[in-house]
């Protein structure tokens, strides 16, 4: 008998989300979308050649490296950002870091304080030290940004 309930590849989907009144600290590793309307205080992986999408809302802010597929940023982002097929700055995105990219995608508006650098084929191949400001520091009291347009 079919089973329309079945999920392909065995893998779950769905969208996990940091609430605006959130701050989570600490890794975070995910498969599909993740959606931060808070603040992630370390570093955001998600599994390379996959379909898997993060996006920082205008009020979301991401404190460490982000190694994901596709990346849309309208908050703000003090990391490198790494992503092997996509990233869209939107209008209030601002970035401080270095952008390792495939395909990018800038509204007018976004700002990014770093170097762009185009890479073909997987991010997890590049062999990039982590830069000092992926780096965690736990002494340091939390950073506070407004991005002005």
Do not use: W
Not at 17 to 45: E, K, M, S
Not at 76 to 84: F, H, M, N, P, R
Not at 102 to 111: F, P
């Amino acid at each position: 008998m079919f089973n329309i309930f079945k999920r392909r590849n065995n893998k779950k989907t769905g969208i996990t989300l940091v609430a605006g009144n959130c701050q989570l600290i600490g890794d975070v590793h995910f498969t599909d979308r993740l959606l931060v309307n808070g603040v992630v205080n370390g570093n955001i992986r998600a599994e390379s050649g996959t379909n898997a999408t993060l996006t920082i809302s205008e009020k979301g802010e991401v404190r460490g490296e982000i190694r994901v597929p596709n990346v849309i940023v309208n908050g703000s982002v003090d990391g490198d950002i790494y992503s092997e097929k996509h990233i869209e700055l939107s209008a209030k995105a601002g970035v401080s870091g270095n952008i390792y990219y495939k395909v990018i995608e800038m509204v007018m508006g976004s700002r990014v304080d770093g170097q762009f650098v185009h890479v073909d084929g997987e991010v997890e191949k590049l062999n990039v030290a982590i830069s000092p400001k992926s780096r965690k520091k736990e002494d340091e009291s939390p950073i506070v940004a407004k991005i002005v347009s």
